[in-house]
């Protein structure tokens, strides 16, 4: 989670188009969340098979004694080989308690190329990364305290998944999560939980995978019980969004208005702002740019104006702060690197990983680049999602810049759905957690959001008070995992 935009200007220039230091959303030529000159979907082989693929099953390492030590809580890590030449990357645990009739819900970090070994590690896995790096602590505000956990490397190319990365949207992304899902739920080890009620929980480009996901899951069910697509209906009941990135146009003033004034300090100087506001505002800048993206649908029209705002608004208003945590300034050591520990070749000999995990992968983020996915607009399907009676949550912690609260509630303000309505009525309410205030919520029907206070981009990664870190986030999760609204404890 380590790269620092400022500090590493002058290494920038030394390096190649595209520098990830560690951060989820990568820096190309000194721009965060930047477009390479010549944008290409290419189609790269990483880390071509270093061992025999299963097209269509999955190869299992069970209980390998890594990060969950609780007795009695199974686990197990390996690949789905979705064809000879993509292995999708899993890493599964039981739930702490009642396995059989517990949800279960798969986590997806961003990017677009990042690992969901960040989810694991960082934030809300059974264990969690020691600050030094070194080893990992057994974490009591797992989230499989309550549910069954699935956590997936996606698309093919990302941490230890491996093979052709012809993937450059979350259309495709989707797809290729649903056959997996086939080959999961075949698996007699894994097919008993078919039955249970389903959950997505996604994080920052999230926001795009989560709702388009969930739209084509719901569509894939519609078309199995008609008869058109064989396969396995997903019992699809909870879509989760923290900190994503899901309507552009409703989110970028969010930078604006955020630089210059959040619950912190201000990011950048009042010029910086005015000249990023007419970046925005200008004829034919950034506003114009995303609209135009969103009505024509052209791919080179939306991979310029990701290239331009980002030049123009998100990357300059970040000033010198942490772009996930603006209560520090670069470098940021926390959330602690996964590299070294990640990177042990007696680890992954353990856990069944064959091929080197990165926590972002360039070509995967290039890909997507190329197509301009990220300025396309997901909130359709989100408001499909809701709109289905899916029970979903947007959450969002209020030290993020990246995927800031402001620009995230203007989103949520924008969904068109049955809740619209009873939402604009509501006040926002502490949600109080053992007794404290830890952030403010709104419920409306099956949709909630709740602003975590003290929480950087990855929400279950901090703390607030005197509560433990990532007990909030628990809180949340535990509330609408067992199909309840937010409520104050
Ligand atoms: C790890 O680092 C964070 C951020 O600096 C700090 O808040 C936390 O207390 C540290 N944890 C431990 C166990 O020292
Ligand atoms: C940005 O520009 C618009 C239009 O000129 C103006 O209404 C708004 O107040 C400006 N916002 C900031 C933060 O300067
Ligand atoms: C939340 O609680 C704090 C005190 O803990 C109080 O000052 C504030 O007014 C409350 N906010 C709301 C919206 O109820
Ligand atoms: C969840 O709660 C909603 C609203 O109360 C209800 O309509 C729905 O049937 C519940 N779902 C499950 C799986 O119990």
New binding site residues.
């Given amino acids: 989670m380590l790269f620092r935009l400022s500090a590493f200007t002058a290494l920038l220039a030394a390096l190649p188009a595209v520098s990830v230091f560690g951060g989820q959303v990568p820096v190309v030529n000194g721009v965060l969340g930047g477009v390479q000159t010549t944008p290409k979907v290419k189609t790269d082989v990483i880390n071509a098979a270093p061992a025999a693929t299963t097209p269509g099953k999955l190869r299992v390492v069970e209980n390998s004694g890594i990060c969950e030590t609780t007795p009695g809580v199974n686990q197990a890590s390996g690949y789905g080989d979705l064809a000879s030449d993509k292995s999708i990357w899993f890493w599964f645990f039981e739930s702490r308690s009642n396995p059989d009739t517990a949800p279960l819900t798969i986590w997806l970090n961003g990017g677009p190329g990042s690992s969901s070994m960040i989810g694991l590690f960082q934030e809300h896995g059974p264990c969690r990364i020691?600050?030094d790096s070194k080893s990992v602590k057994l974490n009591p505000n797992s989230w499989n305290q309550v549910s069954n956990m699935l956590y997936i490397d996606q698309p093919v190319g990302v941490g230890f998944s491996y093979g052709t990365t012809d993937v450059g949207t979350s259309q495709a992304a989707a797809e290729d999560i649903w056959n997996f899902l086939q080959i999961f739920f075949k698996d007699t080890r894994f097919s008993k939980y078919q039955k249970n009620d389903f959950a997505l929980w996604t994080e920052s480009y999230g926001g795009h995978y989560g709702p388009t996901f969930a739209a084509y899951f719901l569509d894939q069910n519609a078309a199995i019980a008609k008869g058109s697509v064989s396969g396995l209906p997903i019992n699809l009941k909870v879509l989760g969004v923290g900190d994503g990135l899901t309507d552009p146009l409703s989110q970028y003033p969010g930078y604006i208005s955020y630089a210059a004034s959040n619950p912190y300090h201000a990011l950048v100087s009042q010029s910086v702002i005015t000249r990023a506001n007419t970046s925005f505002t200008r004829s034919g800048g950034c506003r114009d740019q995303i609209a135009q993206c969103d009505s024509t649908g052209d791919q080179d029209v939306c991979s310029e104006a990701q290239s331009f705002c980002n030049n123009n608004i998100l990357s300059p208003l970040a000033g010198n702060y942490d772009v996930y945590y603006v209560l520090t300034r670069n470098p940021d050591?926390?959330p602690p690197a996964l590299d070294t520990y990640l990177g042990s070749s007696a680890l992954m000999k353990k856990i069944g990983a064959q091929s080197s995990w990165e926590e972002t992968n360039d070509d995967v983020y290039s890909n997507f680049a190329a197509t301009g996915d990220w300025m396309t607009n997901s909130r359709p399907n989100l408001e499909k999602v809701i709109k289905a009676g899916v029970r979903t949550i947007v959450y969002d912690g209020d030290a993020d810049y990246i995927l800031n609260f402001h620009g995230v509630e203007a989103m949520v303000d924008a969904l068109q759905t049955q809740f619209t309505a009873t939402y604009a009525k509501q006040q926002f309410a502490n949600f109080t957690v053992r007794g404290q205030a830890a952030g403010l919520f709104k419920n409306a029907g099956t949709f909630s959001y709740v602003r975590i206070f003290g929480a950087g981009h990855e929400v279950p990664a901090y703390t607030h008070g005197s509560l433990s870190t990532g007990e909030a986030a628990l809180q949340m999760f535990s509330q609408i995992m067992s199909n309840s609204s937010l409520h104050a404890t």
Wanted: proline share 25%; charged share 0%.
């Fill in positions: 020691t600050n050591p926390y």
